[in-house]
């Protein structure tokens, strides 16, 4: 019981300093007072992520950050690895770009670090919003019992969405969104891990209506932050109309939903990529563990730098 006393205090702690980050944020920003305006994104994104889980803490829900804080901690560099993945395929696709980024590198690449690192958990913990609220607990469906025959199907599908895009940046730059849910999650099913195809076999697409609804509500979110920002981002996207909420094209906030299921899948991914290596001896796991923080420093490190290059289109001092 004390324990519990404790974490409910430590809760309405963050949820108080949250509150009180997001209205001084908000109130520099409209003064223009630096850092508030130029960072304006990382001061309303971290509160919303922090006051939620602490919300959903105090309510008496699931929150990843005081129920499992190491599962949290490791979804942070997990979030900004996954986003990397989507600004490599932008040097080809070209569809968005940043302004008025520090000129200074460090303090350029701790701003990209902080904000990519908010992805996954704001995408998490809006569902768990939505799940604890009881949104789409009726939603039902016909159950899918042959599920698995559609193994093939997004194998194939979401391999076309990683390739065209490459090959066909112009006319096929949605797919991408769509790819990486269409191939993993055969295989989360598979396994037995949390998958939208494991819901329709049961005709339960309660988790699939719930990350899209997600998806939908953090784009609107991301844009409407970012667009009062100084350090924000721009978009050159064909084809999908002149008619703007914030600074996306109302079409393309289409693409929020899917790209949740995709991150969705990642996670759920790497997280039974995990468990699977629970079974090895400590000594591979911790062989494991540098492999993962070699190669995701490398790719990370990497993306950035072509990320100043191509992606960046102009600098503040």
């Not at 499992?68 to 979804?75: A, H």
């Not at 996670?267 to 492999?291: C, D, I, K, T």
């Amino acid at each position: 019981m004390r324990g519990m006393s404790t974490q409910r205090s430590v809760a309405g702690f963050v949820l108080a300093a949250s509150v009180v980050t997001f209205g001084l944020g908000s109130v520099g920003l409209s003064l223009r007072l630096e850092p508030f305006f130029t960072w304006y994104y990382l001061f309303a994104w971290w509160p919303y992520i922090l006051g939620a889980e602490a919300a959903l803490c105090l309510m008496g829900g699931y929150s990843s950050l005081f129920e499992e804080p190491r599962r949290f901690l490791v979804m942070l560099p997990l979030s900004v690895t996954l986003w990397l993945v989507f600004e490599l395929y932008n040097f080809r696709l070209d569809n968005w770009q940043y302004l008025n980024l520090p000129a200074n590198a460090w303090v350029r690449w701790a701003g990209y670090a902080l904000s990519f690192a908010t992805v996954l958990p704001g995408l998490s913990v809006t569902r768990r919003l939505l799940e604890f609220w009881g949104v789409f607990d009726r939603a039902s469906c016909k159950p899918w019992p042959k599920v698995r025959r559609l193994y093939g199907w997004c194998t194939h599908l979401g391999l076309a969405c990683l390739v065209l895009p490459v090959l066909f940046p112009r006319t096929c730059f949605p797919l991408v969104w769509a790819g990486p849910a269409l191939l993993l999650e055969p295989v989360l099913h598979a396994r037995g891990a949390r998958s939208f195809l494991g819901g329709l076999a049961l005709g339960r697409p309660r988790l699939l209506w719930q990350t899209l609804l997600a998806g939908g509500v953090c784009g609107l979110l991301w844009e409407c932050w970012n667009y009062w920002a100084r350090a924000k981002w721009v978009y050159s996207v064909p084809w999908v109309g002149d008619v703007k909420l914030f600074e996306m094209p109302v079409a393309g906030f289409l693409g929020f939903p899917v790209f949740a299921l995709s991150c969705f899948a990642m996670s759920e991914a790497f997280f039974l990529l995990l468990v699977h290596l629970r079974r090895y001896p400590a000594p591979r796991r911790r062989l494991a563990w540098l492999m993962f923080g070699v190669a995701g420093a490398s790719f990370g490190t990497a993306v950035l730098l072509g990320m100043d290059l191509w992606t960046v289109a102009s600098f503040t001092r």
